[in-house]
């Protein structure tokens, strides 16, 4: 990607004809000033999807990637967004607005979460064009900022984001009782004293179609006994090979949890919701370092 450097007559001969805005906040962001005379600035030539310059441009936001790949949500503010993604090691214009009638616009930047890494930090870097005070527009940052950005942009301002993230530790990923009950029948293990004919029937029994299969009165007595078994079943049957805060909640379960074959009984005063969320949320891949199988 190429910068143009315009003349001070171009940036005069545009005064005459053109607004610019100064972004900002409160009443800067509805300030409207004329186009800067006897003064130049550096304007972008890309394209959406080009490569970045590792600089900051007006008329573009920049985006660039340190400590892994990663996908970005990019869109007007309170618009429709695009997915955007960025390699490590890498800058790609993600915005191009050369607009000069009025504010400068709005657009937001947030990074996708991802299992696969952690996010540390933002740079934003921002070019502002202040007329009267400087012959090339003004370069404020690298500062630290958080995530979603909100960048300004338009002729005379521009952008430029670098997001460092560090990869998490992948262990295994994981699938959902619903997979085991609907896809993956025939990869269950026995666990927890059950047999796999028993286990099958225990992912395949609803509120609706029990089958063989009584739970009592609670319904969440079965679902978390589906959780239970789905865990037990990602892990090879190790009930101490998951993240600490599962392999507690599989251990509570475990204690509180009896029958046998297609009998569930579940001990009174047991916080049936706290270890469904736990497990539901390991066997859903929302833990880092675990992510979701591909079905």
Not at 140 to 163: E, I, K, M, Q, W
Not at 165 to 175: A, F, K, L, R, S
């Amino acid at each position: 990607m190429t910068n143009l450097k315009l003349s001070s007559s171009i940036a005069a001969a545009a005064s005459l004809v053109l607004i610019a805005a100064c972004g900002g906040t409160g009443s800067d962001a509805s300030s409207r000033v004329a186009a800067p005379s006897g003064a130049s600035y550096v304007l972008t030539t890309a394209s959406v999807g080009d490569a970045g310059n590792g600089v900051v441009n007006q008329g573009e936001v920049e985006v660039c990637k340190e400590g892994t790949d990663a996908t970005f949500n990019v869109g007007p503010t309170g618009g429709a967004s695009t997915v955007v993604a960025v390699a490590n090691h890498t800058c790609k214009v993600v915005v191009v607005d050369l607009t000069t009638n009025g504010t400068a616009n709005s657009y937001t930047i947030s990074e996708v979460a991802s299992p696969s890494y952690a996010l540390q930090s933002i740079m934003k870097t921002t070019i502002q064009f202040v007329p009267g005070t400087e012959t090339d527009a003004p370069v404020v940052g690298p500062a630290s900022t958080t995530d979603p950005v909100v960048a300004l942009v338009n002729r005379f301002h521009g952008v430029r984001l670098v997001y460092t993230n560090t990869p998490v530790e992948q262990h295994g990923c994981t699938y959902t009782k619903g997979w085991y009950r609907n896809n993956g029948s025939n990869t269950i293990i026995a666990v927890d004293g059950r047999t796999v004919e028993q286990e099958q029937a225990i992912f395949a029994a609803t509120p609706g179609k029990p089958g063989s299969v009584t739970w009592g009165a609670d319904n969440n007595n079965l679902n978390l006994y589906q959780q239970l078994l789905a865990a037990l079943n990602n892990l090879g049957g190790d009930a101490t090979a998951g993240p600490a805060a599962v392999d507690a909640a599989i251990a509570a379960a475990l204690a509180a949890t009896g029958g046998s074959g297609t009998t569930i009984t579940v001990a009174a005063g047991t916080d049936v919701s706290g270890l469904i969320s736990v497990l539901s949320a390991f066997n859903e891949g929302s833990l880092t370092g675990w992510p979701h199988c591909a079905d």
